[in-house]
């Protein structure tokens, strides 16, 4: 019985990410409008694939990646504080950008021009970037998932005390645990 339920249940997940009709390249290519204030907030670094030299290497160097992007006193630039850990190590750099058009730029010492693009993920975004030192350009494309600045803050412990007296979010927890172990482990 246990087998059968986790069928049924695998069976509807796929029915339902099945459903959605298909989107054209063209779409998914077209830069998206994105406001300076829908920048703002911290900036978790998913995944991505680039051209550029060694990202290959330093993606796997990396064990997380932050982006906290905050106004500064001019208009068009923002203030990014990125914070890295390699090794073990954490470290961080800041750095200030111009958005401008829906467009991330950085001119000095190098060019880096980031435009956004369509995704169906709420607090997601997908960024293609275009980097050109000197005689060399390269490309890549990112993922990232937004926490905005605006966070109203919950009593946590209040909700994993809920989870925890509540029976069925016990054997919800459990099926999504045993769900887990069938599929990535």
Same mark, same amino acid.
């Given at each position: 019985?246990? /087998?059968?339920?986790?069928?049924?249940?695998?069976?509807?997940?796929?029915?339902?990410?099945? +459903? +959605?009709?298909?989107?054209? #390249?063209?779409?998914?290519?077209?830069?998206?409008? !994105? /406001?300076?204030?829908?920048?703002? %907030?911290?900036?978790?670094? !998913? %995944?991505?694939?680039?051209?550029?030299? %060694?990202? *290959?290497?330093?993606? *796997?160097?990396?064990? &997380?990646?932050?982006?906290?992007? &905050?106004?500064?006193?001019? /208009?068009?630039?923002? +203030?990014?504080?990125?914070?890295? *850990? !390699?090794?073990?190590?954490?470290?961080?750099?800041?750095?200030?950008?111009?958005?401008?058009?829906?467009?991330?730029?950085?001119?000095?010492?190098?060019?880096?021009?980031?435009?956004?693009?369509?995704?169906?993920?709420?607090?997601?975004?997908?960024?293609?970037?275009?980097?050109?030192?000197?005689?060399?350009?390269? *490309? /890549?494309? $990112?993922?990232?998932?937004? #926490?905005?600045?605006? !966070? +109203?803050?919950?009593?946590?412990?209040?909700?994993?005390?809920?989870? $925890?007296?509540?029976?069925? %979010?016990?054997?919800?927890?459990?099926?999504?645990?045993? $769900?887990?172990?069938?599929?990535?482990?």
């Amino acid at each position: 019985m246990k /087998s059968g339920g986790v069928v049924v249940l695998w069976l509807g997940l796929v029915s339902v990410g099945c +459903a +959605a009709p298909p989107m054209s #390249c063209e779409t998914l290519l077209t830069p998206i409008s !994105i /406001s300076h204030e829908q920048m703002l %907030g911290r900036w978790l670094y !998913i %995944g991505g694939s680039s051209d550029l030299p %060694g990202s *290959r290497s330093l993606g *796997r160097l990396l064990n &997380s990646i932050w982006l906290d992007i &905050s106004a500064t006193t001019v /208009s068009n630039v923002l +203030a990014i504080f990125q914070t890295q *850990r !390699i090794y073990g190590e954490c470290s961080g750099i800041k750095y200030n950008v111009t958005m401008e058009n829906s467009t991330m730029l950085i001119e000095r010492p190098f060019y880096l021009k980031e435009v956004y693009l369509q995704t169906d993920c709420s607090d997601c975004l997908v960024v293609y970037e275009e980097v050109k030192s000197s005689r060399d350009s390269f *490309r /890549s494309l $990112l993922l990232f998932k937004v #926490c905005p600045d605006n !966070i +109203a803050s919950t009593d946590g412990i209040a909700a994993f005390n809920s989870l $925890l007296e509540a029976k069925m %979010g016990q054997r919800v927890a459990t099926l999504l645990d045993k $769900l887990f172990d069938l599929f990535i482990n």
